[in-house]
């Protein structure tokens, strides 16, 4: 599924969230799973994936060497130390609503007023005021990161 778009919503003292509804409309069941994964994202927001995407991406992963975790380089597993020991799975209930795990609304520095961005292949929950702020600091570079990302492109190096 591809998410985009940039959606405001209350998250409650429970860290209950509505996901956007036309996000929840276009999800498939099937393909896409009940539920959704929960992690830290490298930016500091919550990033979710739908549970079925996210189960192939980390099994296609790793460092190629079919060797058990123990065995694997230092950088890898320290890797999966932290982000896999941070990850969580979370449902939606009747109501459409996530509830994220209270250490990683923490993490992110979740208040009650988010900011629930589309991104590709996932979603990240953002603080409001902090995804304000770094969107409006980058909207008057636009087109640098444009150039930056097109030029990534063309050496292909992006995703990698």
């Known amino acids: ?14 860290q209950r969230l509505s996901l956007p ?7 498939d069941p099937e393909q896409d799973g009940e539920g959704f994964y929960a992690v830290l994202g490298a930016n500091g927001a919550v990033w979710l994936w739908p549970e079925r995407p996210f189960a192939r991406m980390v099994s296609g992963q790793g460092d190629g060497s079919g060797l058990p975790g123990f065995l694997r380089s230092e950088e890898w597993a320290e890797f999966e130390e932290l982000f896999f020991s941070q990850a969580a799975p979370v449902g939606v209930d009747s109501q459409g609503r996530i509830r994220l795990p209270e250490r ?12 629930v961005l589309g991104v590709r292949d996932h979603l990240e929950i953002w603080d409001r005021a902090t995804w304000t ?15 930056r990302a ?10 990698t």
């Open 104 to 115: 990683l609304a923490r993490m992110a520095k979740l208040e009650s007023l988010v900011s």
């Open 133 to 147: 702020a770094y969107r409006d600091a980058r909207m008057t570079q636009y087109r640098d990161v444009l150039a």
């Open 21 to 27: 509804a036309d996000i929840r409309a276009r999800l």
């Open 150 to 159: 097109r030029a990534t492109m063309q050496r292909g190096t992006h995703g």
């Open 1 to 14: 599924m591809l998410f985009t778009g940039e959606y405001d919503h209350a998250m409650d003292e429970k």
